[in-house]
Each structure stands twice: as C-alpha cells, then as structure tokens.
T-cell receptor, first 108, second 114 residues
Framework: DAKTTQPPSMDCAEGRAANLPCNHS???????VYWYRQIHSQGPQYIIHGLKNNETNEMASLIITEDRKSSTLILPHATLRDTAVYYCIGSGTYKYIFGTGTRLKVLA | DTGVSQDPRHKITKRGQNVTFRCDPI?????LYWYRQTLGQGPEFLTYFQNEAQLEKSRLLSDRFSAERPKGSFSTLEIQRTEQGDSAMYLCASSLAQWDSPLHFGNGTRLTVT
C-alpha cells in the first residue's frame, strides 16, 4: 500500500472551498486513492475514491494528477460541520493503512 | 442500509479483566475489519475477515486478543487480561469483497482500562 503524506492541519473560511492535498508518490498503478474523514468521537466516514480520473460526488471532488503522485480533495463550500480530520489512503488490496491525516478547521 | 453497528459504545474495566466487543457489519458485506485508534493517531489495522475466515492479523494483535466471525456475519473481539495500554477506541468496518469497495466504519467501542 502506498505511503501518503498530508499537512497536519489547515484552516478554511466557511463558505469557501477547502482544498486538501495529499502526496502519494509511491502509489502503484492498481492502487486507488481513498479519502475518509473523522469527526470527533465517531468512526471514519468514507468520502470518495478514484484511480486515475477525477471524481465527484455529493460530498466532494477528487482531483488526481496525471502522474498519480498526488491528489486534492475539494469541499466546494465548506461548512462548520466539515471540521474534521481528513485521511488520504492509497490501497490496492484489502488493507487500508491510515496516517495521521489533516485536521481541517472551518472558521465562521 | 443500517450501517455498521458496534456494542457497547463505551466500556470501563479494571486491569486484568476480560472484555468482549461486538460488531454487526452491513448485511451484504463479506469483509470485516477491526482497527484500533489512540488519541491523535489514525486507525491502526488489527485484523481482517473474509466471510468466516480470518485472513490476516497484525503484529499489534497480541496473544491476549482474539477475534471471531462465526457464520460470516457478526464478529467479536475479545481482550483477555486487559492492560492500561489497551485503552483505545476499537473500530469495526465492513466492505464488499471487490477491488475498490470502500470501508464503512461503525462508531467504535471506547475502552478505558483503569
């Protein structure tokens, strides 16, 4: 499974787009990039995943660079409820290895 | 979809006691995972089942830990002779057995060993 690197923390103003970066330079061709978030005292919540193409769902957009060495999770209009720890994971097997993630704080 | 259910949500026990946690996965999911999470850290993989077969155990899972998934449905995680270092959040997740199926987590069992 790919090793991922994320900034430890970020702030974002409410209503603005939150762009969370992730480096996964060791990702292999068949490994997906997954994003999860965890709000205090809850289990991680699945957000989105992708392999090569950009993906969008009702929660977020995922932009993967052409060389697949990095990706960005975009929350288009951040709200206070988006304050959480966001985890980026590269996985091509059954096992998902979590790092320490990015603590996003959305400011009013 | 009722989600992944874990019971109990909180458990306080004295050192040396045994504890057992239960996880009910999403019904059509045949993969089930246990993770452990301590404060400020991401979840750490403990073990994984496909149907009733336990296919991998992390080195974190000492001999005091045992997990079962009889009949490939719910799972239990037992910790014998608990130690203070076992205090953590124990998370269960489930997924379909396909290449890109994401994990769906329960809200965990928080264990405090006094």
């Amino acid at each position: 499974d790919a090793k991922t690197t994320q900034p430890p923390s970020m702030d974002c103003a409410e209503g603005r787009a939150a762009n969370l970066p992730c480096n996964h330079s060791t990702i292999s061709g068949n490994e997906y990039v997954y994003w999860y978030r965890q709000i205090h005292s809850q289990g991680p919540q699945y957000i989105i995943h992708g392999l090569k193409n950009n993906e969008t769902n009702e929660m977020a957009s995922l932009i993967i660079t052409e060389d697949r060495k990095s990706s960005t999770l975009i929350l288009p209009h951040a709200t206070l409820r988006d304050t959480a720890v966001y985890y980026c994971i590269g996985s091509g097997t059954y096992k998902y290895i979590f790092g320490t993630g990015t603590r996003l704080k959305v400011l009013a | 979809d009722t989600g992944v259910s874990q019971d109990p949500r909180h458990k306080i026990t004295k050192r040396g006691q045994n504890v057992t946690f239960r996880c009910d996965p999403i019904s059509e999911h045949n993969r089930l995972y246990w993770y452990r999470q301590t404060l400020g850290q991401g979840p750490e993989f403990l073990t994984y089942f496909q149907n009733e077969a336990q296919l991998e155990k992390s080195r974190l899972l000492s001999d005091r830990f045992s997990a079962e998934r009889p009949k490939g449905s719910f799972s239990t995680l037992e910790i014998q002779r608990t130690e203070q270092g076992d205090s953590a959040m124990y998370l269960c997740a489930s997924s379909l057995a396909q290449w890109d199926s994401p994990l769906h987590f329960g809200n965990g069992t928080r264990l405090t060993v006094t």
